[in-house]
T-cell receptor, first 115, second 116 residues
Framework: EAGVTQFPSHSVIEKGQTVTLRCDPI?????LYWYRRVMGKEIKFLLH????????ESGMPNNRFLAERTGGTYSTLKVQPAELEDSGVYFC?????????????FGPGTRLLVL | AQKITQTQPGMFVQEKEAVTLDCTYD???????LFWYKQPSSGEMIFLIY??????QNATEGRYSLNFQKARKSANLVISASQLGDSAMYFC?????????????FGKGTMLLVSP
């Protein structure tokens, strides 16, 4: 079974440009999460999809970030326009509902550098 | 709100020795789950072990065990017989189960280096 995959693995863009990150969850996982780790800080939650619906987007930093999950399969996270403080590692995770023992499986992350 | 504290930015251990990575947490929820993830240099986050707040026994998974002390709000990861491949960043995380959310709250991580 393939794990969570993310594309691209690295992205270097200039301030003001747009970047779109993609996440393919484990097949059959209804839950999809986005997290971000800024250098030296904790990994922070961004948002949570259940199938194609946004369950919780309380962690989204501002309206420059737009996440979608059309069809309830893969998800994209677009940053437009990118700012310097958006640099970091963006992780995607997926899970199936298993009650109290829900385990989120993470992808390798996308390393974003905004210059 | 939940908070995870990992006070050790880095740890060194010799191969075949045991090592304990510290994690303390803070939450007002009575029902919660604690997780440890490993992030090797390749970048992926690998799930290691889970402990539920109502689990009476400490969780174990192979060479990994979780020293869960509920009264102290600590959930330390113990790696027995360290191997070179254990060198990685280790993250402690928690999820409150009664808040209706599934989000994980992470600590800053501990970098473990295993020497020959």
């Amino acid at each position: 079974e393939a794990g969570v995959t993310q594309f691209p693995s690295h992205s270097v863009i200039e301030k003001g440009q747009t970047v779109t990150l993609r996440c393919d969850p484990i097949s059959g996982h209804d839950n999809l999460y986005w997290y971000r780790r800024v250098m030296g800080k904790e990994i922070k939650f961004l948002l949570h999809f259940v199938k194609e619906s946004k369950q919780d987007e309380s962690g989204m930093p501002n309206n420059r970030f737009l996440a979608e999950r059309t069809g309830g399969t893969y998800s994209t996270l677009k940053v437009q326009p990118a700012e310097l403080e958006d640099s970091g590692v963006y992780f995607c995770a997926s899970s199936t509902r298993q009650g109290a023992r829900e385990t989120q499986y993470f992808g390798p992350g996308t390393r974003l550098l905004v210059l | 709100a939940q908070k995870i504290t990992q006070t050790q930015p880095g740890m060194f251990v010799q191969e075949k020795e045991a090592v304990t990575l510290d994690c303390t947490y803070d939450t007002s929820d009575q029902s919660y789950g604690l997780f440890w993830y490993k992030q090797p240099s390749s970048g992926e986050m690998i799930f290691l072990i889970y402990q539920g707040s109502y689990d009476e026994q400490n969780a174990t998974e192979g060479r990994y065990s979780l020293n869960f002390q509920k009264a102290r709000k600590s959930a330390n990861l113990v790696i027995s017989a360290s191997q070179l491949g254990d060198s990685a960043m280790y993250f402690c995380a928690m999820r409150a189960l009664n808040s209706g959310y599934s989000t994980l709250t992470f600590g800053k991580g501990t970098m473990l280096l295993v020497s020959p």
